[in-house]
């Protein structure tokens, strides 16, 4: 049941995440080098060449690069100066609480003793990276490092490595916030072997816990720090720029029957139309002063019908007193339509904050004296749910026919490597999708083909039309994926047969308008990062060792044109270990070794953060590394 089951801990306070900023590149698409530049100009900006996993110096030095990467530059396209390697130069990649605290729990008939857990506070750090750096993409990843909740000393909760990806996107989040600090995102993470000390708990036989949570209103910690030249004096100082953001979140049990562990399952109810009006003066990342939900998901358990709106309704940010309250567009209403006939669920409450952060924005609807609606879903079992509001004259959220869910949301393949098994969650495995309709998941047997949409999302300012790959595809089946060519793939679903033709429109012509609205908030997706190899045996002693070490061809300017000169530009939180220096680099070998081994892949000790070193690079850098260790 994923979250939906009991017993529910919700909490809610502030993160922080400090991520890197000069592999955005999110100008590639608006603004180009003007005619002063000569031998690139009409280039457009961008940093990073993230199909070869590079950095553009457009001809300059490694120095002159890092000086201009952190001023203002007049580019064309843009009325203000633009800081290439944007907010955040100095950002290490870091995630960790600010403030979070529990703020309710529920255990419904499960036994668990939830009470005085209210004030409890939640610690976890950890890390973040995206699968594809370019513009915005629709999985960020979220790596737990440690998780505690309740005291040091005596823990009710608490866990190791985990991975989070971030989905359902919503650029609508705020009607008074543009930009980022408008989005939210939502993160689902299992936690299994997760040690819980509640009482009770233990008869619940679970395997651990999830944790699920929504981030948003993304704000520096000091608003000054948005201005050019607050930010060129904060790089002056080689300081860092993180914001803070919301967070509401859900504990949960975690049983070993469940197979899906990236998302609740259930019916998907989703809005493609911005329909609800915003106030005259509302400051939001609408063109036209109309936003639209985000999804919803409902599960159904015997009488038990539940609903999980933690990212779906908007909030309403007022500058003045810097509260951030639910945008209030009136009374909300589930509803089940099936044949002719609509049978009210009940109403939704979205509208009290602190309420709904206090029950995890878990709905619960109880059925059980609904007779009405029981016989509509006995003699309709093609019944579908929508959230009516009265005042926008109509529906604002609807159940789709099919729910896409995939364990491998963001993953890696190797350029030249198996076409069929990705880099996840630090071991390869197959990628597929399950599908449910009307919250039932479909076997291979009774589900229709599924047509494999792929769209090439790099470069940004250039991206790939999305073309089909497979028309057959079926629960279960693994991914097919041409794995030749580096660089970033995204690939999304869906089922067109005559009862269900795709909607207009969908999926979109190319990536450019799959990251917007609606589709990078609505619609599946599976993001794989291609990376590039190259054949570097003339390098190595012994190429087909599993350990090769270099021999006299392998110096260090190899290894710093291929491996370490991109990481040294655009990331300088790795200047702790200076990547231009020979000697530097052959002082920290042993280290290299053991912070670029795979088997550390998911912790925040693995290096490059980034996690894009591709495997003949990594073998590159080690041997490297091997051979000056024995000369030391």
């Known amino acids: 049941m994923s979250v939906f089951d009991y017993p529910r801990i ?15 590149d999110d100008y590639a698409s608006s603004a180009t080098f003007p005619e002063t530049w000569q031998a690139v100009a009409g280039q457009p900006l961008g940093l990073i060449d993230s199909k070869n996993v590079a950095a553009r110096t457009y001809g300059m030095s490694d120095e002159n690069f890092i ?44 036994g668990v003793q939830v009470d005085g857990l209210v004030g409890t506070e939640l610690m976890f750090n950890g890390s973040i990276t995206d699968i594809n750096p370019e513009g915005s993409p629709p999985a960020t990843q979220f790596f737990i490092e440690l998780l505690r909740l309740g005291p040091h000393s005596a823990p009710l909760i608490s866990a190791g490595l985990s991975k989070g990806v971030g989905q359902w996107i919503n650029f609508y989040r705020n009607v008074n916030i543009r930009a980022d600090g408008g989005a939210g995102s939502y993160v689902y993470h299992a936690l299994p072997g997760a040690t819980i000390n509640i009482p009770g708990w233990d008869k619940l036989h679970a395997i651990g816990a999830i944790f699920r949570y929504y981030l948003y209103r993304a704000q520096f910690d000091n608003p000054d720090n948005a201005d050019n030249d607050t930010i060129e004096k904060l790089y002056e100082q080689q300081k860092c720029n993180p914001k803070v953001l919301e967070l509401v979140g859900t504990f949960a049990p975690l049983y070993a029957t469940e197979k899906l562990t990236v998302a609740p399952t259930g019916r998907l109810m989703t809005w493609d139309t911005p329909n609800i009006e915003t106030p005259k003066k509302s400051n939001n990342n609408s063109s036209d002063g109309k936003v639209a939900l985000a999804p919803g998901v409902l599960h159904r358990s015997g009488d038990l019908l539940t609903a999980d709106f933690s990212g779906t309704f908007p909030d309403n940010y007022h500058d003045k007193d810097k509260t951030n309250p639910k945008f209030d567009f009136g009374a909300v209403n589930l509803v089940a339509v099936g ?20 029950i ?36 604002v959220l609807a159940e789709v026919d099919y729910y896409f869910v995939s364990n491998q949301q963001a993953i890696y393949g190797e350029q030249h490597g198996p076409g069929s098994l990705f880099l996840n969650n630090g071991t390869t495995e197959p990628a597929t999708v399950s599908v449910f309709h009307l919250g039932v998941e479909l076997t291979a047997e009774n589900c229709p083909a599924i047509t494999v949409w792929q769209c090439r999302s790099v470069p940004l300012q250039s991206p790939g039309d999305a073309v089909p790959i497979s028309t057959t595809f079926k629960p279960g089946d693994h991914l097919q994926v041409d794995v030749s060519e580096p660089g970033n793939r995204l690939f999304t679903f869906t089922i067109n047969n005559q009862d269900n033709p795709a909607p207009v429109g969908y999926p979109p012509k190319s990536y450019s308008s799959f990251m917007n609205p609606p589709y990078v908030t609505n619609a599946p997706q599976i993001s794989l990062r291609i990376l ?101």
């Not at 016989?375 to 959230?387: A, E, G, M, S, V």
């Not at 200076?578 to 912790?603: C, F, Q, Y």
């Open 10 to 24: 919700n909490v809610q306070g502030t993160i922080q995440l400090n991520p890197g900023t000069a592999n955005n």
């Open 67 to 110: 000086a201009w990467a952190q001023k203002g530059q007049t580019f064309v396209g843009s009325s203000e100066p633009i800081i290439p390697a944007e907010w955040n130069y100095y950002g290490d990649m870091d995630m960790q609480s600010v403030s979070i605290q529990v703020v309710g729990a529920q255990a419904g008939s499960c």
């Open 339 to 358: 044949g002719s006939d609509t049978v009210p669920v009940g109403p939704v409450d979205y509208a009290d904050t602190a309420g709904g952060n206090a």
């Open 360 to 395: 995890g924005w878990l709905f619960d609807f109880d059925i059980s004296s609904k007779e009405d609606l029981k016989n509509l879903l006995k003699d309709h079992p093609d019944t579908t749910f929508k959230l009516v509001s009265e005042k926008v004259g109509g529906d």
């Open 532 to 632: 590039p190899n190259e054949d570097y045996s003339r390098y190595y002693l012994n190429p087909a060792s599993d350990e090769p070490v270099g021999n006299d061809l392998l110096t260090f300017d190899i290894v710093y044109k291929h491996v370490l000169q991109g990481y040294y530009l655009l990331y300088p939180v790795m200047k702790f270990l200076p990547l231009n220096s020979p000697e530097a680099v052959g002082k920290r070998a042993r280290a290299i070794l053991k912070r670029t081994d795979p088997s550390i892949w998911m912790s925040t000790m693995y290096m490059p953060r980034t996690r894009d070193l591709s495997d003949s690079r990594r073998r590159l850098l080690q041997a490297w590394c091997r051979k000056a260790l024995l000369k030391q």
